[in-house]
């Protein structure tokens, strides 16, 4: 099993930013991508970017050049810095950590309960 702690979330102003952190434990040397995904109200949960260790980062488009996502494997910690964000940001914020093996087939997802991201002046 693997915990995900996220924190960071907040109330910003448009055009502001925000970094959100998430703190892994547990069995995390199961782990081979970690991300961000975000749900604003009566939408699905959409991936925002994430870092694997074969596949590199990848971002969203609607967040491409805005946000950035990195690591620090010291502190199990995956970061996501955003920057000039619009209300359309504005969302839950869950850390993501899956396990994928069998060529990518078969996949087991971790999930924080998520912080909340408010964009708004």
């Known amino acids: 099993q693997v915990q995900l702690v996220e924190s960071g979330g907040g109330l910003v102003q448009p055009g502001g930013s925000l970094r959100l952190s998430c703190v892994a434990s547990?069995?995390?040397?199961?782990?081979?991508?970690m991300g961000w995904y975000r749900q604003a109200p009566g939408k699905q949960r959409d991936a925002v970017a994430s870092m694997s260790s074969t596949t590199g980062i990848h971002y969203d488009d609607s967040v491409k050049g805005r946000f950035f996502i990195s690591k620090d494997d010291d502190k199990n910690t995956v970061y996501l810095q955003m920057n000039r964000l619009t209300p359309e940001d504005t969302a839950v914020y869950y850390c993501n950590a899956a396990n994928l093996r069998d060529m990518g087939t078969t996949r087991t997802d971790y999930w924080g309960r998520g912080t909340q991201v408010t964009v708004s002046s």
């Open positions: 547990g069995d995390i040397s199961s782990i081979n991508v």
